[in-house]
C-alpha cells in the first residue's frame, strides 16, 4: 500500500512521547515508502528530560533517508510541483491542532500539511493533547469535518488524573494511513486507552 508513495511525517513537539513516534516511522520505512519528515521550531531546536534534539532528528534521518525539513519556505516546495500522496503528523499537539483548525501556518509541519490540502491529498492525525476534552475540544471536533483529515484513534489516557488529556494508539497509525489513502477514516475513533 505505501510502496513507492511520497509520505510526509510531520513530528510536532509533544517531547513526553516524541521517541514513540521512531516505531511507526521504521514501520513505514519498511514499507518502501519515500518519507519526508518535517518537525516544528520547537522540535527543531529544543532539547527536553525526555530527549536530546540533535540525537532525536538524526535518527529521523536515518530512518527517512531525508534531511529534515524545518522551515516554511522549505516546507512551501511540496507543493503542486513535488506533492505528497499522504502527510502524517505524529504527534500533534493540541497547540498545532488549533492552529490548524484556525488555517495558521507558521511552522514546516503547518505548511506541508496545509499544502496537502490543497492538493486534495489526504492528511492523518495523531493527537496528544492535554486538552482535548477542554478547549482544544471545538478545534479537534471541526477538524472531524474537514475533508482529506483522518484521525488516529484516540482517547482518555489518565481520566482520573488528567480528566482533559487524551492520546492516540500509535499502533495504528499505519492501519489508518492505509484507510486514509482509500479516502476511509478508520472506526472507532474514539477508544479506551490501555496503560
Known amino acids: 500500500m505505501f510502496e513507492n508513495k511520497k509520505i510526509g511525517f510531520g513530528i510536532t513537539a509533544s517531547f513526553c512521547t516524541i521517541r514513540d513516534v521512531l516505531g511507526p516511522l521504521r514501520a513505514l520505512a519498511r514499507e518502501n515508502a519515500e518519507i519526508f519528515p518535517f518537525v516544528t521550531h ?3 531546536n529544543c532539547d527536553s528530560r525526555f530527549h536530546k534534539k540533535d540525537e532525536f532528528l538524526r535518527e529521523v534521518e536515518d530512518i527517512t533517508g531525508h534531511t529534515v525539513v524545518h522551515t516554511i519556505a522549505e516546507a512551501e516546495t511540496f ?3 513535488r506533492p505528497l500522496d499522504l502527510m502524517i503528523v505524529a504527534p500533534i499537539t493540541g497547540n498545532s491542532l488549533a492552529k490548524l483548525s484556525a488555517g495558521i501556518t507558521d511552522n514546516a509541519v503547518l505548511m506541508a500539511s496545509k499544502t496537502t490540502l490543497r492538493n486534495r ?5 495523531a493527537p496528544f493533547t492535554n486538552d482535548a476534552l477542554g478547549l482544544n ?3 479537534i471536533m471541526k477538524l472531524f469535518n474537514v475533508k482529506n483529515i483522518y484521525f488516529v484513534p484516540f482517547g482518555q489516557d489518565n481520566p482520573q488524573k488528567k480528566p482533559t488529556s487524551m492520546t492516540s494508539d500509535l499502533g495504528r ?14 472506526q472507532p475513533v474514539i477508544i479506551e486507552i490501555k496503560k
Open 121 to 125: 491529498r489526504p492528511v492523518v492525525l
Open 173 to 186: 497509525l499505519l492501519e489508518t494511513a492505509e484507510k486514509a489513502l482509500l479516502g476511509e477514516q478508520i
Open 42 to 44: 520547537n522540535v527543531y
Open 137 to 139: 475540544g471545538v478545534n
Open 79 to 81: 507543493g503542486p510541483d
